[in-house]
């Protein structure tokens, strides 16, 4: 087996052929697409990794800011409590102070309101008892309660004595000759004239008795001289009863002494 | 046995058109038009096809054996060592088919590939630290060991071609003489491992050759820098 020399130089031609044919459409080719697919990758990764040291860098960012802001609520929810304790409290102390005030304007009212009824009552009961007790009296008006009356009367004015007795004895004397003696009723003339006996023997000068009817005395007489007066009147005792009454419905410590009946107390 | 080189199709006067060179014209067309076809349609991103995987799993698997012998830019050689492994590997490859012949198997063929391996090596070796770094490879570690470093060159070119063409050839003959022997089994038995020692032989040649073209590239690169120093 000999080597062919022809063939030697064409299979060397050839192989160069093929060299060139290869490298023009397989090496290159694929060498250029590898290395663009590689620096491509390269990029990406680089790019990739750009992003993650960003990310990194956005999540600490993003962490500190988060315990910044978790402080920065702690701290305004804190201050948030603290004030709107605060305000509670301030909210609570007022809403007390306001209730306090209006419970005291209220009980002031209650009382008012209690002592105007109160008062109200009082007065009616007061008016009711008298003009009751007024209208008994007068209903019971009679000649023989007159007379009694009369007699009560007479008896007084001789029954007067000591300083009181002066009194009337110098009223008497300043008197100019004539003395009013007031009645509910009209006196017969037996009885002007007793009640003139019984004045005579207290004055020397000889005296004139006019003698009125007036409605305000009830089932009494009353003697006026020189702004002395003497008077005998169920009016009398009814005042003192309407005075009782006021002082016991005001609560007045004296009304359980005050309310006993007195030993001057009319018999009717 | 057939001789390729015998076998002439064509001839005028010096020129002549035999079956190793239609045979290997042939393999250049497939190889070439394959490559166009898949490498027209070749995309950058992460989608590809079946086939544009396939060529980069192959050229970067060489250009990975290039970088693994110690060659420092494999780039630059890979058309050439990758010509070279996918040539005789494709020959060896297409073994398989009934009838084939691969020219590997002519020793003038052979002989080509060795003296295109030769001459790459010297041209590598200058084009990579120039001449003069390149030449004084030749008067290492004395200017005594120049003929030994010439026969040295000489002999390992023989010794490739010679490598390729015997086993190429061997196999060949195996199966041709087997067929004789025991038509039927034998002969697919030796076809299978005929297709193993194509791979081979193609692994081997490619990486002497680089091998061949490291060392030339090294020692003109150590030249160099004992130079610069």
């Given amino acids: ?99 306090e005030a209006l419970r005291v304007h209220l009980e002031q009212s209650l009382k008012n309101d209690q002592q105007n009824i109160s008062r109200e009552i009082r007065e009616r009961t007061q008016q009711e008892v008298i003009a009751i007790s007024r209208k008994v009296l007068a209903d019971l008006a009679s000649t023989s309660l007159e007379e009694q009356i009369v007699a009560v009367f007479i008896r007084r004015l001789a029954q007067i004595k000591g300083e009181e007795k002066e009194r009337l004895i110098e009223s008497l004397t300043k008197a100019a000759k004539e003395i009013i003696i007031k009645s509910a009723f009209e006196l017969s003339l037996d009885q002007q004239a007793a009640i003139e006996k019984a004045i005579l023997p207290l004055t020397s000068d000889p005296i004139r008795c006019r003698f009125d009817i007036s409605s305000k005395t009830i089932s009494g007489i009353e003697l006026n001289v020189d702004g002395y007066k003497m008077a005998w009147s169920v009016a009398d005792y009814l005042d003192s009863l309407e005075k009782v009454l006021a002082e016991m419905l005001n609560g007045h410590p004296d009304f359980q002494a005050t309310s006993k009946p007195t030993k001057n107390e009319p018999t009717v | 046995m057939i001789d390729l080189d015998q076998q002439i199709f064509w001839e005028y006067g010096f020129l002549k058109l035999n079956a190793t060179i239609l045979i290997t014209w042939i393999l250049m067309v497939i190889l070439a038009l394959g490559s166009w076809l898949i490498t027209r349609k070749i995309t950058l991103d992460s989608e590809r096809s079946r086939w544009q995987n396939g060529l980069e799993i192959i050229v970067i698997n060489i250009n990975k054996q290039i970088k693994e012998i110690g060659i420092p830019k494999p780039n630059l050689y890979l058309p050439f060592l990758g010509t070279l492994f996918l040539f005789i590997a494709f020959a060896g490859l297409c073994s398989i088919i009934p009838g084939y012949v691969p020219p590997t198997s002519s020793l003038s063929t052979t002989a080509a590939l060795a003296i295109c391996v030769f001459f790459a090596v010297p041209f590598f070796g200058i084009s990579n630290s120039g001449l003069l770094a390149y030449l004084k490879n030749y008067f290492q570690p004395t200017v005594i060991m120049l003929p030994f470093n010439i026969i040295s060159e000489l002999s390992r070119t023989i010794a490739l071609a010679i490598r390729l063409f015997g086993n190429m050839m061997s196999g060949a003959m195996i199966v041709s003489i087997l067929l004789s022997i025991s038509p039927f089994i034998f002969p697919v038995v030796m076809n299978a491992l005929g297709l193993l020692t194509g791979m081979v032989q193609a692994y081997i040649f490619s990486i002497l050759a680089a091998v061949f073209i490291a060392a030339a590239i090294q020692e003109s690169g150590k030249n160099q820098h004992l130079k610069i120093e």
């Fill in chain 1, 1 to 99: 087996m000999l080597i062919d020399w022809f063939t030697v130089i064409a299979q060397v031609l050839n192989f160069l052929l093929l060299l060139w044919l290869l490298k023009r459409l397989l090496f290159t080719p694929v060498l250029t697409a590898i290395d663009e697919r590689e620096n491509s990758i390269k990029t990406q990764i680089a790019e990739a990794e750009q992003k993650m040291t960003l990310a990194a860098a956005e999540k600490n960012t993003y962490h500190q800011k988060n315990k910044d802001f978790e402080v920065e609520r702690d701290t305004l929810l804190t201050e948030a409590t603290n004030t709107a304790n605060t305000k509670h409290k301030a909210l609570l102390e007022a809403a007390r102070i306001e209730a």
